[in-house]
């Protein structure tokens, strides 16, 4: 089986601008979930993606915000990009029910300047 | 991540000792425990997990254990190797859909 894949690995954007990250799950998995790592914060959830509906949210300002498709890929998207978000954005992926596994994908390298 | 914490930052093991990695968490409702390892340039890679109605589960050289009574975890690596060198997590559940993750403990195998 394949595992979660991430599009695209690195990308570099400028203040301001907005971002789309794409994330694919393994097949079969309906949950998709977006962590942001950073040297000072570590892992922080941002949110969870179950058939399309988002049953988590966590604490980041609304410019963060994220969707599900039918075939339970999920994107995620910045706006008005901040130095300070300046990351490793991960996705997890896993089949949903209450307290399950979740694997993670390689991630993509955000950098703002 | 602020209710799930790590005892060290670092630790370094001589290679074929065994590794201990302790996490402590302070919620108690967290029913379901995650270790992670992660390693330079990739995403973290699921090692084992454990359910809060257990208190031990093995795996490949690992193993976990789960002392519900003073809210601590760990992670025991068994005859550690230079590829167990890595960044190491354990993440809670609060059956929230959400995982919280510590601050993680860098492990370096010696030759």
């Known amino acids: 089986k394949a595992g979660v894949t991430q599009t695209p690995r690195y990308l570099i954007k400028t203040r301001g601008q907005q971002v789309t990250l794409s994330c694919s799950p393994i097949?079969?998995?309906?949950?998709v979930s977006w962590y942001q790592q950073t040297p000072g914060q570590g892992l922080q959830f941002l949110f969870e993606?179950?058939?399309?509906?988002?049953?988590n949210k966590g604490n980041f300002p609304g410019r963060f915000s994220g969707r599900q498709f039918s075939n339970s890929r999920s994107e995620m998207n910045v706006s008005t990009l901040e130095l300070g978000d300046s990351a490793l954005y991960l996705c997890?992926?896993?089949?949903?029910?209450?307290?399950?596994?979740?694997?993670f994908g390689p991630g993509t390298r955000l950098t703002v300047t | 991540g602020e209710s799930v914490g790590l005892h060290l930052p670092t630790l370094s093991v001589q290679e074929g000792d065994n590794s201990i990695i302790n996490c402590a968490y302070s919620n108690s409702a967290s029913d379901y425990f995650i270790w992670y390892k992660q390693e330079s340039g990739k995403g973290p890679q699921f090692i084992i997990d454990i359910r809060s109605n257990m208190d031990k589960r093995q795996g490949q050289r690992v193993t976990v254990l789960l002392n519900k009574t003073v809210k601590h975890l760990s992670l025991q690596i068994a005859a550690t190797q230079p590829g167990d060198s890595a960044v190491y997590f354990c993440?809670?559940?609060?059956?929230?859909?959400?995982?919280?993750f510590g601050a993680g403990t860098t492990v370096t195998v010696r030759a």
């Open positions: 993440a809670e559940n609060m059956n929230d859909y959400k995982l919280s």
């Open positions: 097949s079969g998995h309906r949950s």
């Open positions: 993606y179950f058939s399309e509906t988002q049953r």
């Open positions: 997890a992926s896993g089949d949903g029910t209450s307290g399950y596994e979740q694997y």
